[in-house]
């Protein structure tokens, strides 16, 4: 599995917008499903979002619906995720991933890990 390769993290102030990147670095995706996940300091990674490549279904973790909007860009391979109206909870490294097995939206079921991108928050 080509890792992907996430972009556009950085610290802003609560109430603050930012919008994160994810490309493939090997050159297209190869999965139905693209997904962004976080983990902050002394938690497990989380679920934040999942969108469906040939349908831009959508999905989000209760947490962030309604401030976060993610979104894919056939042309560019790159999966977006909007993050309006932040909080310092949501704080974290950043990550995507790609779907490779049937089930629900955990860490288990996805691949193709990068490096992640860290937001902090201040409050």
């Known amino acids: 599995q080509v890792p992907l390769v996430e972009s556009g993290g950085g610290l802003v102030q609560a109430g603050g917008s930012l919008r994160l990147s994810c490309a493939h670095s090997?050159?297209?995706?190869?999965?139905?499903?693209m997904g962004w996940f976080r983990q902050a300091p002394g938690k497990d990674r989380e679920f934040v979002a999942a969108?469906?490549?040939?349908?831009?279904?959508?999905s989000y973790a209760d947490s962030v619906k309604g401030r976060f909007t993610i979104s894919r860009d056939n042309g560019k391979n790159t999966v977006y995720l909007q993050m309006n109206s932040l909080k310092a909870e949501d704080t974290a490294i950043y990550f995507c991933a790609s779907k490779t097995r049937p089930g629900g939206n955990v860490p288990s079921n996805y691949a193709s890990w990068g490096q992640g991108t860290q937001v902090t928050v201040s409050s």
């Open positions: 090997g050159g297209t995706f190869n999965t139905n499903t």
């Open positions: 969108i469906t490549w040939a349908t831009s279904s959508t």
